[in-house]
Structures are given as C-alpha cells and as structure tokens.
C-alpha cells in the first residue's frame, strides 16, 4: 500500500482510498455532511465513526498528497448566481487553447470538459462542455459572448437549469454499485431562483466557501475564517446558519481527484457521461424526479437542449471504472423510465475527455475586480 509521510508528522499515514480507514471516512465525507456544521470534522467522525483525531490525520494527508483535490463548504451556486450548462462549439485545432482559457482564464467557468460521443449525432459537433455562473446583476449571455470572442467559438448553446432533481458527488460509496439501485423515494426537486443577500451575508459568504489549506483542517476551523470576514465568530456561526435555513448552503466536502490517477495511482473513476434525455413535454418534472432516484446519478437536472441537442429535456451524469457498467446503468434508468410509463423520444451519451474542476466565482466584488483586468466597464456586462 502507498503510504505517505502526514504533515509534520513523523509516521506515516495511509492515503490512498482503498485504505479501510480512508474509505469509512471519505463515504461520508464526500457528499453526506449537508447544509452548514459549526465543527464539520466532528461531524464526519460522528456519522463515519471514525475518532477525530484519525480523521483529522487521514484528511489531512491525503490533501497534501493530492488524492483529496480540496476541501470546501459547498454553496448552491444555482440559487445565488445566474449560470447554466454551455455547450461550446469550437474548429478541432482551437479545442485544447479553449479549453485552456475557461480552466486557466475564466473564475466564472467551472466544471471544463472536452466530450465526445460513439457516433456522429446530433449535438456531437459541440465538443467543449463547460458550467457557466455569473455573479448577481451581470448578464450570463454577455459573459458567454465574451467568452465566444475570446477563444474564437463558432457558437455556443447555454442551457440553464430549471430545476435539479439530484446533486451530490459520493464516488467512493458508488463503487461496485449495482445497475438499477435507487431510493424507494422520488427525487428532490430543488428550484433555480436566485436569493438575493445582505452585505453581512455577502462578507460571511467569501470566506466560507474558500477552500481549506492543510494546517486548516481542524476541530474548530471557522474562527480564522470569522477573523476574515471581520466578524465575532459567533456572527459568522449565526450568518452562516442563516444562509443555510435560506436553502443557499450546500454540503461539507471532501473532493477527490477522480478524473486522473491520485498520488498513488488509483483512479477513483475513469468514465464521466453525461446523459441526455428527451421526454414528452410536461413529463420533464417527473422524468427528472424518477432519474434522481437513481444511486449512481452525481447530478440530475431538467436543462433544454434544443433543436442543437435533439429536444433533450432531462440531462445527468454519472462515473464509473468501466464503460460497459456505465452503459448498464444508462440502460437500467431507461427501463425504470419506460416502466414509470414516461417514453423516451431520443437519447445520447456524452462521454467526457479531458476534465477540469474548479468552483465557479460567484462574488460581485469578484466580477467588477475581473472586468477591471480585462478593460471591461462592469456596466456594459450588467444584465
């Protein structure tokens, strides 16, 4: 086993995730610790039932060996900034360069992937897949163009979401996953609309969701955040609540590097798809409701695809080790959708490529502080 030597410890640690210890731990720490917890950690060793001080040590090293790619409070950025799915559709030898430019150039741009499908179909001329937010009051469409001049896009379709049915990430308990597992209970429908904030709010927000360094994995993390934000700590505690009973906080999360090999050589996945549907015109609440039952579905969502795209209606992803598991898992959630008397008109698998991840920027501050490097008057990109 590849072990790797804890920060500033003397022993070594195990970092890899096939580790027992490492894999009680992380299926809760990726995707089950939601909302907001004043002591996060205490609340993974709670729910895994791991001792503190182990988890601390376990998280710790396995983030300065990369196998954890960071450590953040989660924001449901849907419900604070505007954004959407773009499908970008860019000449073959301008792909990598922009590819490069979203990832590298753009805080705006989040989830960066380059997809292709197993035959020519429609939609499959549009190769570069990326997320899109904007911050309050800026235009998405205007940002969108911007980027299109930029790194020279044919055209690009923005597909917002109208309302998410599942999100979650969870890899390591979706491993060896059977084809057709699912909730008994339908999947939670989560609105779209943006949540307007006070100052404080937005003062708190920043430094809650900035991802942890090593030497911040602690029992008690929030105070230096606190001290950030120029608050008590016990008005960063109440602020943070607050946002969370307004339904903007997402989960406590460890994430994995799961597109390359980890530090230690395991993949945590290797397949990424991303699942399109088109059903009937009014069924789209409950075909993203019954495709949100579904344990191996990281994210599910009803976005329109267009005429580009076929009249997709429900879109999802999912990962796995081996594309024939992945494609068994596609075909069992197209029998449940039969079954569910839900037809489906047309289908297609994007399967993803080259991938980078990065949370999207959703500050306003952060968006005047971008147009003032690239010349932009802030008014001219304002919805």
Not at 16 to 21: A, N, W
Not at 299 to 327: C, D, I, Q, S
Not at 337 to 362: D, M
Request: net charge negative; charged share 25%.
């Amino acid at each position: 086993m590849s072990e790797h030597s804890s920060h500033g410890a003397a022993a070594t640690v195990p970092i890899d995730i096939t580790d027992p210890v490492n894999a009680q731990i992380l299926a809760v720490s990726e995707d089950r610790v939601q909302g907001f917890q004043a002591e996060p950690f205490v609340e993974i060793s709670r729910l895994s039932g791991v001792p503190l001080p182990t988890v601390l040590e376990r998280i710790r090293a396995m983030l300065a060996a990369g196998v954890i790619r960071r450590v953040r409070q989660t924001m449901l950025a849907t419900n604070l900034a505007p954004g959407a799915l773009v499908a970008w559709k860019v000449a073959p030898e301008k792909l990598d360069a922009a590819f490069n430019y979203m990832f590298r150039e753009d805080p705006f741009s989040g989830h960066v992937v380059i997809r292709s499908t197993d035959a020519e179909t429609r939609g499959s001329v549009y190769r570069l897949w990326t997320t899109l937010k904007v911050p309050q009051g800026f235009s998405l469409e205007k940002h969108a163009e911007y980027l299109r001049e930029k790194v020279g896009a044919d055209s690009f379709k923005l597909m917002p979401a109208k309302n998410l049915f599942t999100l979650g990430v969870g890899h390591v308990r979706r491993r060896g996953m059977e084809p057709g597992a699912r909730s008994d209970e339908l999947g939670h429908v989560q609105d779209t609309v943006v949540v307007e904030l006070s100052e404080l709010e937005w003062q708190v927000l920043g430094p809650l969701k900035r991802e942890f360094a090593v030497d911040e994995i602690t029992e008690n993390p929030w105070a230096p955040r606190a001290a950030e934000a120029g608050v008590p700590l016990e008005v960063f505690l109440d602020t943070a609540r607050g946002l969370n009973e307004r339904g903007v906080v997402g989960r406590f999360s460890t994430f994995l590097e799961h597109v390359k090999p980890s530090a230690t050589g395991t993949r945590v996945t290797r397949y990424n798809a991303l699942f399109h549907w088109q059903v009937p015109p009014g069924r789209e609440m409950d075909a993203g409701r019954e495709v949100g039952r579904h344990y191996i579905m990281t994210h599910a969502y009803w976005r329109e695809g267009g005429p580009e795209f076929g009249g997709v209606n429900v879109m999802g992803v999912a990962h796995g080790t081996e594309k024939e598991t992945v494609l068994a898992h596609k075909a069992a959630i197209d029998q449940h959708l039969e079954e569910a008397g839900i037809p489906i008109g047309y289908t297609n698998v994007f399967w993803g490529g080259r991938s980078e991840i990065k949370p999207s920027e959703i500050l306003p501050s952060a968006y005047r502080e971008w147009c003032a490097r690239e010349g932009l008057d802030p008014e001219a990109m304002r919805g």
